[in-house]
């Protein structure tokens, strides 16, 4: 049964409901937490966090599991957030709050009636904090640019149990860690963050013959030079055909010439909740300045073996902002599989780093960040987090490697 210590309820091996509650969406992992705390509000966060301190736990927050990429296991305390998934809705301001559970389908629900639309996901069942905490890249982003750029707010409870804001004027060194920094730096218990004024889009894929790999990937390629900040895409290689998903916020008129041998087009004017996009699993994951020929067909080879994604970037990702880096990427490389010999062959071409919600190897969290803005995280983690307590899964370290 439960065992309530101070306001928050925790769960142990062996307790009913322990194994249900430990999952994740992970298949790959079985994690066995040495706690599991349910919390409803911040002070049970604050109380979750004080416990993992007095028992020697490490903490790790758990809201949807999209993000869970190293398995809690005995020594860390789970700390399940998705009962905290209060949405609310300032049309006036175009600024929507949110608590730690809630999922990007609840954003856009509360927004559309007010002709509004957040910088969502390419999935409506995705936890917003964690998301945006990594950067966020949506399908409104080349307008718009990362998820993390436009939070104003966070309410944080650190390490030590206390509940602070971070904003531009209060603790602005936390502030700026959080918008793409990840969730290394405490338990982020409310979000508020800018909407937009996006009620309808342009949406759906264009599907060409596999036969045309080549030569569709290279007209991608050239078109994308061009391409309005308006118009967010990405071309999908399978053995069996090949796809590109496309979403505009004005009439889709750019497309046409891309789309113009395409052997079926689901182009359509939609509410924005409506527009599912879809996504990629990444195990493979490379950012790129450029895409050479040599790239292109090291791309068409793979996509005759996995569902490889090429998304476009630029536009207003290309911003100064927080923490999220490589920021002049052009196009990001996903691949389903890690096959052998491609990361090899397109280690010669790629920038070099790498994006944190793609990124599922937890050894390579610095490749995420470009060198100052990754010093400057470690010094923050040091300032708010000095017991190194949230040390889990995309850590920063306490001192540069």
């Not at 993390?148 to 509940?163: K, N, P, Y």
């Not at 936390?174 to 793409?180: H, N, Q, V």
């Not at 342009?202 to 390629?221: H, K, N, Q, S």
């Not at 207003?316 to 490389?333: E, K, M, Q, Y």
């Amino acid at each position: 049964m439960f065992r309530v210590m101070e306001r928050c309820a925790y769960l142990g091996p062996g307790d009913p409901g322990y194994d249900e509650a430990r999952r994740t969406l992970n298949p790959g992992l079985d994690p066995h937490p040495a706690l599991v705390a349910e919390a409803r509000s911040a002070a049970h966060v604050a109380d979750a966090v004080r416990t993992a301190r007095q028992l020697g736990l490490a903490l790790t927050v758990q809201s949807t599991g999209h993000g869970t990429h190293v398995a809690a296991d005995d020594g860390v305390l789970l700390l399940r957030t998705s009962r905290m998934d209060a949405v609310d809705v300032d049309p006036e301001r175009g600024v929507a709050r949110v608590g730690p559970g809630a999922r990007w389908g609840q954003v856009i629900a509360a927004a559309a009636p007010h002709g509004l639309a957040p910088l969502a996901g390419s999935a409506p069942d995705v936890g917003v904090i964690g998301y945006t905490l990594g950067g966020g890249l949506g399908w409104l982003s080349r307008r718009y640019g990362f998820a993390a750029d436009s939070v104003i707010r966070a309410d944080v409870v650190t390490s030590d149990g206390q509940l602070i804001t971070a904003d531009p004027d209060q603790h602005a060194d936390l502030f700026w860690a959080l918008r793409g920094g990840g969730g290394g730096f405490g338990v982020v218990t409310a979000l508020e963050f800018r909407l937009y004024p996006v009620s309808q889009v342009y949406a759906g894929t264009a599907t060409f013959p596999v036969e045309r790999a080549a030569e569709t990937l290279a007209a991608y390629r050239d078109w994308c030079a061009t391409s309005p900040d308006e118009v967010s895409t990405a071309l999908v290689l399978t053995p069996e055909r090949v796809i590109i998903k496309a979403m505009c916020t004005s009439a889709p008129d750019a497309l046409r010439p891309l789309f113009a041998t395409a052997t079926v087009d689901t182009m359509a004017a939609m509410p924005f909740g409506q527009a599912v996009m879809g996504g990629t699993a990444a195990r493979h994951l490379d950012l790129f300045p450029a895409l050479p020929d040599a790239v292109l067909a090291t791309l068409v080879e793979a996509g005759r073996q996995a569902t490889v994604e090429v998304r476009h970037w630029g536009g207003a990702l290309a911003r100064p902002g927080g923490p999220v880096s490589h920021r002049d990427t052009r196009f990001s490389v996903i691949a389903d599989t890690q096959l052998p010999g491609l990361a090899e062959a397109l280690a010669p071409h790629a920038g070099g780093g790498l994006f944190l919600n793609f990124l599922s190897d937890t050894g390579r969290t610095a490749d995420a960040y470009v060198g100052h803005d990754f010093r400057r995280l470690i010094e923050v983690k040091r300032a708010y987090d000095p017991a190194d307590l949230f040390r889990t899964g995309h850590r920063i370290p306490m001192a540069p490697v």
